[in-house]
């Protein structure tokens, strides 16, 4: 503590304030690095809510009196207690960021409960549900359904349902396929809805996907990627994983085609109606001579000849009609025209006469019998053009990159990076401080290199303000300094600040051996006096 009190004293008023200034830095750096390391490690607790949502949230904290910080639109609360606060409000309810669902329909009573009511309430739970659905994927961070259902107007006929859902994304952008995967979740849900009528708004005000036919044929791209899966599984039967190499290009119908045709065939006869007219007649005849006798009732006259005739036709119409063949083709896009199929495959690898490694490709049977697997996969048909190629060369062998991705130790502990930076500035700062402002302020006074100084001469300077002469006198291991002041014993400079008998026994065995040394600086310093005086 006297050292501390010379040293202090033995200051000027600037070092002081310096020296002051630093240690009272170093203690606030102290005292900021103390309150850090005792401060909660705030983690995210929710982020990107919508307003309400998040106000339902901190209002649920308050009355916790669980501390967080809202920083933008995210909510952190204390690590340890996130995973529990979260569980926490989930069973509240909270957040309810994707609206309400079908617990609106428990609020409804039968009292005063008109069908209209019942009817907005129905669908609003419904597109409340959708949403919620919508927002469970991790590429959607927020969605809204609309559904515009006509149904209950009894003078409308054959209304069909729309709906449309406005999602934001989570990061990267809506993929069309993930739009179209909406799209049929919520014609799914929604009777006599189509996936048509299901419109993806993104929060740039952009369809998501062009309004296509979600036809059951798959593109030209996706029929070449399966194609090419099924060859290289294939093949790769044979010759081992990753010693092959497929590649398929579709050359597809890209126009739309309607044939109609109808042919008549004379030698081909269908009857289709038959009428049979059947007409028959019998007529009698009686043959007399004119008499008295004849012309009386019981006369002789009365008999004659007498002959009967009877005739029978029969017609019979057959109505005949042509041979007629009608036949209609349609042909739809997404037709093969073209298929090519490219199919590399790797050799095995011999040892020659010199007892070195050299490639040896498949041989030409081999390749015959791999061809004749890869067009039956494939549905090789010659008459369109389709060409199979399929060669065996040597493949390079890559060795993979990198090792297995796995959990590191860190990874499963949880540090706050930022704390850890705030504290490592703050160390290094006081560190810093400590060695190169307060250190070199606090060194001993006496162990500065000391100055030489002629006899009856003040160390000051002398009341004439001359100054003070440095001298050096050449040892075995260097240069040693000649401190200031006198001995009286033995009338030669002595050191100062040391008045120890080693120190003057020192300086005297340093005279004796170095006397030329010590007479030239004497020289000079009565050279130097005569001149003043």
């Known amino acids: 503590m006297q050292q501390i009190r010379t040293v202090w004293a033995s200051l000027d008023r600037r070092k002081q304030v310096i020296v002051a200034g630093a240690a009272m830095l170093v203690f606030l750096s102290i005292l900021a690095m103390s309150r850090i390391a005792g401060a909660p490690s705030m983690t995210l607790l929710y982020a990107g809510l919508e307003n309400g949502a998040a106000g339902d949230v901190v209002r649920a904290l308050d009355q916790r009196g669980v501390a967080y910080e809202v920083r933008g639109g995210s909510i952190y609360v204390p690590g340890a207690q996130r995973d529990e606060l979260r569980m926490t409000l989930a069973s509240e309810g ?51 359904v609309h559904i515009a259902n006509g149904s209950t107007n009894p003078f409308q006929r054959s209304v069909e349902p729309t709906a449309s859902v406005s999602v934001i994304p989570a990061g990267a952008e809506i993929t069309p ?69 497929v590649e398929v290009s579709l050359d597809t119908v890209t126009e739309t085609e309607s044939i109609r045709e109808r042919r008549f065939d004379p030698n081909g006869r269908v009857a289709i109606s038959t009428d049979v007219e059947e007409k028959s007649d019998n007529s009698r005849n009686q043959s007399s001579e004119v008499t008295v006798a004849s012309n009386l009732p019981d006369g ?69 019998a791999l061809r004749e697997l890869v067009a039956s996969a494939v ?108 001995s009286a014993a033995a009338g030669v400079p002595a050191i100062a600040c040391s008045s120890s008998d080693d120190a003057v026994q020192r300086l005297r065995a340093m005279i004796g051996d170095k006397q030329e040394e010590t007479v030239e600086i004497l020289r000079s310093w009565l050279e130097e006096s005569e001149e003043k005086a």
């Open 94 to 144: 909270l957040p309810a960021n994707g609206g309400r669902g079908y617990e609106l329909l428990d609020s409804l009573s039968g009292f005063g409960t008109t069908s209209q009511m019942f009817h907005a309430a129905y669908w609003r739970a419904k597109e409340g549900e959708l949403a919620r659905t919508i927002v469970g994927s991790p590429h959607v961070s927020q969605a809204r």
């Open 177 to 245: 396929a993930q739009a179209n995967a909406t799209r049929f979740l919520v014609a799914s849900a929604v009777s006599g809805l189509t996936v048509e009528n299901v419109a993806v708004i993104d929060s740039n005000g952009s369809v998501i996907g062009a309004q296509e036919t979600t036809a059951s044929a798959s593109t030209a791209d996706d029929r070449a990627q399966q194609i090419r899966e099924r060859v290289l599984r294939l093949v790769e039967a044979r010759v081992g994983q990753g010693n092959a190499v």
């Open 300 to 368: 002789d006259g009365a008999g004659g000849d007498e002959s009967n005739s009877s005739t029978s036709q029969t017609r019979e119409r057959v109505n005949y009609e042509v041979s007629e063949t009608e036949l209609e083709i349609l042909r739809v896009p997404g037709a093969i025209k073209r298929l090519t199929v490219a199919v590399l495959v790797n050799g095995t690898r011999g040892t020659n006469a010199n007892g070195a490694q050299v490639f040896e490709p498949l041989p030409d049977a081999e390749l015959d």
């Open 379 to 486: 549905g090789f048909n010659g008459d369109r053009g389709d060409v199979i190629t399929l060669k065996s060369m040597e493949l390079p062998a890559v060795k993979p990159q990198g090792t297995l991705a796995a959990a590191s130790f860190w990874q499963k502990v949880h540090i706050d990076v930022m704390s850890l930076v705030q504290m490592a500035t703050l160390a290094v700062v006081s560190l810093f401080l400590g060695l190169f402002v307060i250190r070199p302020i606090l060194a001993n006074p006496a162990s500065n290199p000391a100055r030489l100084a002629s006899p009856g001469l003040d160390n000051s300077g002398g009341g004439d303000g001359a100054p003070v002469l440095v001298g050096e006198i050449e040892t075995e291991d260097g240069f040693a300094a000649i401190p200031d002041g006198s």
